[in-house]
């Protein structure tokens, strides 16, 4: 059975926090007025941001909305430094990164 976009945030969050030399990047599409759009989602140390589109302030609420499409997943080392940033696994399905194997 699929999880759920809110599960699958939770579960690769909860992973996150004990790998703060991790980042995750999730990238997908979102309803929006237009028909579907492109998001990217950043995870670290536990936190979801979105670098496309607004989040709400409140941290217990999901970070991407129901019906969004996560279609892949990379693994970047982390902190992050957009200047010099190191792919370490990926583009991958994002169910991949529930295996805490995958994180090594």
Do not use: I, Y
Request: glycine share 6%.
């Amino acid at each position: 059975m699929a999880l759920t976009v809110t599960a699958l945030l939770s579960r690769l969050e909860e992973l996150s926090r004990s790998r703060p030399d991790r980042v995750v990047r999730l990238t997908g599409a979102l309803p929006g007025e237009a028909g579907m759009e492109a998001f990217e989602l950043l995870m670290f140390r536990g936190f979801s941001s979105s670098v496309s589109h607004p989040t709400a302030f409140d941290p217990d609420q999901p970070a991407l909305p129901a019906d969004a499409l996560v279609q892949a997943a990379e693994l970047l080392q982390g902190p992050l430094n957009p200047g010099a940033e190191q792919r370490l696994a990926g583009p991958m399905p994002p169910e991949q990164l529930l295996d805490p194997a995958a994180w090594a």
